[in-house]
Nanobody
Framework: VQLAESGGGLVQPGGSLRLSCAAS????????ASWYRQAPGKERELVAQ????????YYADSVKGRFTISRDNAKNTVYLQMNSLKVEDTAVYYC?????WGQGTQVTVSP
């Protein structure tokens, strides 16, 4: 079982990033997929979640209208499109599927 995140980096406020999480070793398409983040000194928090077929989606209030979660079950991949990024979005972002966690990818938003 493996979840491999990519797409993090350094961006200025107002910029965009697209995170990807590629799953392998299990049947990705039948499970909810989630993105979490953890900022320094803070607890890990749920950012967005998508159902197996994509019909049910949840966003934390702090990212509504700016982030979009999506998935491609043919590619065993879940995405997080992040627009209008703010300094407070700085964190390590993790994907989670069926109890498995990825290794995390750093997102830094700084002038």
């Amino acid at each position: 079982v493996q979840l491999a995140e990519s797409g993090g980096g350094l961006v200025q406020p107002g910029g965009s990033l697209r995170l990807s999480c590629a799953a392998s070793g299990f049947t990705f398409s039948i499970y909810y997929a989630s993105w979490y983040r953890q900022a320094p000194g803070k607890e890990r928090e749920l950012v967005a979640q998508i159902s197996s077929g994509g019909g049910n989606i949840y966003y934390a209030d702090s990212v509504k209208g700016r982030f979009t979660i999506s998935r491609d079950n043919a590619k065993n991949t879940v995405y997080l499109q992040m627009n209008s990024l703010k300094v407070e979005d700085t964190a390590v972002y993790y994907c989670k599927v069926h109890g498995y966690w990825g290794q995390g990818t750093q997102v830094t938003v700084s002038p």
